[in-house]
Nanobody, 118 residues
């Protein structure tokens, strides 16, 4: 079993910043990619940013140059620094981790609400 604990969501004004954290614990041997997805009302869940075990990163185009993903392998934690937030960033943000141990296993956090007011 893998447990993911997210924190850092909230309400912020347009142009503001938030930092999301997601700590993984439990059976995390083989921890590989870590990432953040988001889902706005009436929309599909989309990848926001991901970081590989080798620290390679990728971002959806709409957040490039505003969001930064990082990870602390000693703490098994992934972060998402969100700057210059816009109302269209409003969504529930979900942490995702991939465990590779003979097969690939995906685990999801419970989600944290990010609301950006105009």
């Amino acid at each position: 079993q893998v447990q993911l604990v997210e924190s850092g969501g909230g309400l912020v004004q347009s142009g503001g910043s938030l930092r999301l954290s997601c700590a993984a614990s439990g059976s995390i041997f083989g921890l590989d990619r870590m990432g953040w997805y988001r889902q706005a009302p009436g929309k599909q869940r989309e990848l926001v940013a991901a970081i590989s075990s080798g620290d390679g990163t990728n971002y959806t185009d709409s957040v490039k140059d505003r969001f930064t993903i990082s990870r602390d392998n000693a703490k098994n934690t992934v972060y998402l620094q969100m700057n210059s937030l816009k109302p269209e960033d409003t969504a529930v943000y979900y942490c995702n981790v991939v465990i590779v141990r003979y097969s690939r296993y995906d685990y999801w956090g419970q989600g944290t609400q990010v609301t950006v007011s105009s």
